[in-house]
């Protein structure tokens, strides 16, 4: 049962340095998001995407990319990382249709940017 | 937008007190309407969920009520555990997206 897998786990960055965010879903879900928790702030949505192909900017997507070229993987780019971007990033999948609303989530990757 | 405020923590019980969030929410039309729980190292997990007005969405001793009149989605247990100890987050469902709180930390002390 994989679910939704993200690699790394920890990251730890330089200022300016680029990286990337891995995440897989084996669901063939259509849908999949990535938010970044921040203590007293919640989850706030960076990119999103519903289907191979297309994307879109979420509440927070600067200095944030992201490509969709297959359903089960969702990349997310850091271009060139910032100290503001310390954070826990989680990787969402969601199936289609409107009794597809429970989303799943991956364990999450702690980024430090020093 | 939409938004979700819920109540700010950190909430320290013992056990088999009851527990209450509060948790209300602005949207336009008719979300639904989630609770997540977070395990310390863990990602998200749904916990309980409603889509529409006065559903009542339960799990393991949980509920929650779609008040669309308050736009209010409180969530309650009536005698919470160690093991219930955790981040939980209310959160809405419009379009393709969710909007989270900002989580309420909850302790259970034995």
């Known amino acids: 049962n994989a679910g939704v897998t993200q690699t790394p786990k920890f990251q730890v960055l330089k200022t300016g340095q680029s990286m990337t965010l891995q995440c897989a879903q084996d669901?063939?879900?259509?849908?999949m998001s990535w938010y970044r928790q921040d203590p007293g702030m919640g989850l706030r949505l960076i990119h999103y995407s519903v289907g191979a192909g297309i994307t879109d900017q979420g509440e927070v997507p600067n200095g944030y990319n992201v490509s969709r070229s297959t359903t089960e993987d969702f990349p997310l780019r850091l271009l060139s990382a910032a100290p503001s971007q310390t954070s826990v990033y989680f990787c969402?999948?969601?199936?289609?249709?409107?009794?597809?609303?429970?989303?799943?989530f991956g364990q999450g990757t702690r980024l430090t940017v020093v | 937008g939409d938004s979700v405020t819920q109540m700010e923590g950190p909430v320290t019980l013992s056990e088999e007190a009851f527990l209450t969030i509060n948790c209300t929410y602005t949207a336009t039309g008719y979300p639904s309407l989630f609770w997540y729980v977070q395990y310390p190292g863990e990602g998200l997990q749904l916990l309980l969920k409603a889509t529409k007005a006065d559903d009542k969405g339960s799990n393991k001793g949980f509920e929650a009520t779609y008040r669309k009149e308050t736009t209010s989605f409180h969530l309650e247990k009536g005698s919470v555990q160690v093991s219930d100890s955790a981040v939980y987050f209310c959160?809405?469902?419009?379009?393709?997206?969710?909007?989270f709180g900002a989580g309420t930390t909850v302790t259970v002390r034995a």
């Open positions: 969402a999948s969601r199936g289609q249709g409107a009794g597809n609303t429970e989303a799943f």
């Open positions: 959160a809405l469902m419009r379009d393709y997206k969710l909007s």
């Open positions: 669901m063939n879900h259509e849908y």
